[in-house]
T-cell receptor, first 113, second 113 residues
Framework: GENVEQHPSTLSVQEGDSAVIKCTYS??????FPWYKQELGKRPQLIID?????GEKKDQRIAVTLNKTAKHFSLHITETQPEDSAVYFC????????????FGKGTTLSVSS | KAGVTQTPRYLIKTRGQQVTLSCSPI?????VSWYQQTPGQGLQFLFE???????NKGNFPGRFSGRQFSNSRSEMNVSTLELGDSALYLC????????????FGQGTRLTVV
């Protein structure tokens, strides 16, 4: 089955810096890669997703890149703000097989001002 | 539109007991997935239901089971509880049977003593 590894497990940056979180997946059939943000005590919420027919997707300060050959995908956050502090999870799934998401173990991002 | 609703929010059970958790998806959503969240293992996929049928199953023992009703509401049952079952159980609903944004509920915090 699918396995998703996520690095780093913790990341501390200064406000205004960029943050990068990387994930690798094992199942070449996976074709949907969402990123979820979970603030303390709250539910996970989707912040951006990418499908395998796209190499990069941007939404304001957030971008995701996908390298299908290497089975890598990454989350890039620019101009970080204190409110970006949260746990970020990457995930992988196969669109046609349903909505089962296999998650990485998460990255705790701390942005200090 | 109401979000995903999980009940109860908190539960305390004794080892050996069984427990049933409930999830009401967003109106019109037909897919419900369940996840176990623990500090050490992150978010782990339990199972997914679509149109009352279990479509995908994660790597959990048979003590974990679920079902979905004709109104798309879902229940998850854990029998013969163990201390290691203490976790936050999250359900997520999606509108279709294909991977798209999954909307999470607030979760049920289960403590086994």
């Amino acid at each position: 089955g699918e396995n998703v590894e996520q690095h780093p497990s913790t990341l501390s940056v200064q406000e205004g810096d960029s943050a990068v979180i990387k994930c690798t997946y094992s199942d070449s059939a996976s074709n949907y890669f969402p990123w979820y943000k979970q603030e303390l005590g709250k539910r996970p919420q989707l912040i951006i997703d990418i499908r395998s027919n796209v190499g990069e997707k941007k939404d304001q300060r957030i971008a995701v890149t996908l390298n299908k050959t290497a089975k890598h995908f990454s989350l890039h956050i620019t101009e970080t703000q204190p409110e970006d502090s949260a746990v970020y999870f990457c995930a992988a799934s196969i669109i046609q097989a349903g909505t089962a998401l296999i998650f990485g173990k998460g990255t705790t991002l701390s942005v200090s001002s | 539109k109401a979000g995903v609703t999980q009940t109860p929010r908190y539960l305390i059970k004794t080892r050996g007991q069984q427990v049933t958790l409930s999830c009401s998806p967003i109106s019109g959503h037909r897919s419900v997935s369940w996840y176990q969240q623990t500090p050490g293992q992150g978010l782990q996929f339990l199972f997914e239901y679509f149109s009352e049928t279990q479509r995908n199953k994660g790597n959990f023992p048979g003590r974990f089971s679920g079902r979905q009703f004709s109104n798309s509401r879902s229940e998850m049952n854990v029998s013969t509880l163990e201390l290691g079952d203490s976790a936050l159980y999250l359900c997520a609903s999606s509108p279709t049977g294909r991977s798209t944004e999954a909307f999470f509920g607030q979760g049920t915090r289960l403590t086994v003593v």
